[in-house]
């Protein structure tokens, strides 16, 4: 598997490491709480391992902001709090196991080893999306018309995701900047269509009449490819 450690301890986040590569995974370790909703958001894991007393952004909020971009995203959270409370306040923030430092390897890696065997009996989030003769590589930031390799933003590839995995309904400015740039407020609806706009430039063969990203005017945007 691909995991995400969001761990601020150095001796802890190297000693997961170590643990986690040992036993077979592709590891990424980042130090606070912002830069591992940015990672969990923008690129491709099978397994986040999150501390809950992060700087930045604690544990709880960056669960459940990862929860509400990427909902099918297992996350385990680690922590030194054992009351059953916070437990509690950690599986009502979106995670799906829960355990306490100090803890055994034997036990977190039986923990890792059960979400590896979910995840293979489920089937997996498309990261490959082909449209109106287009193919997008999402996990690649990549998209690919006529043997044209296009290069994608971060956003770019968040806009596609959430259109594509909510294509059955019309999605809101507001929505996209809560769930792919993270933010509610503080950026006005219009970074959105600017976004959009780039991205059309760049995927659709006539940008003037789209056919993979469709306006839905006094809403906002659908995917609109077959």
């Not at 606070?32 to 397994?47: I, S």
């Not at 971060?154 to 909510?166: C, F, S, T, Y």
């Amino acid at each position: 598997m691909r995991v995400l450690v969001v761990e601020d301890d150095p001796m802890l986040r190297d000693g997961l490491i170590d643990l986690l590569q040992g036993a077979g995974h592709e590891v990424k370790a980042v130090t606070d709480g912002a830069a591992g909703f940015q990672a969990g958001r923008e690129e491709a894991f099978d397994l986040v391992v999150l501390d809950i007393m992060l700087p930045k952004l604690d544990g709880l909020e960056v669960c459940q902001r990862l929860r509400t971009v990427r909902p099918g995203l297992p996350i385990l959270m680690l922590t030194a709090r054992g009351a059953e409370e916070d437990k509690v306040k950690g599986l009502k923030a979106g995670a799906d196991d829960y355990v306490t430092k100090p803890f055994g390897v034997r036990e977190l890696l039986a923990r890792v080893e059960a979400f590896e065997r979910r995840i293979q009996s489920m089937p997996s989030e498309p990261e490959v999306i082909e449209a109106e003769g287009c193919r997008f590589d999402l996990g690649r930031c990549e998209a690919e018309r006529d043997g044209e390799i296009i290069s994608l933003t971060a956003r770019e590839v968040g806009i596609l995701r959430w259109l594509h995995r909510h294509q059955k309904r019309s999605v809101s400015r507001a929505e996209l900047l809560e769930n792919v740039w993270g933010t509610v407020g503080s950026l006005q609806t219009r970074t959105v269509d600017m976004t959009i706009a780039k991205l059309r430039q760049k995927i659709e063969i006539d940008p003037s009449q789209p056919q993979i990203i469709a306006t839905v005017t006094g809403v906002g945007y659908r995917w609109a490819a077959e």
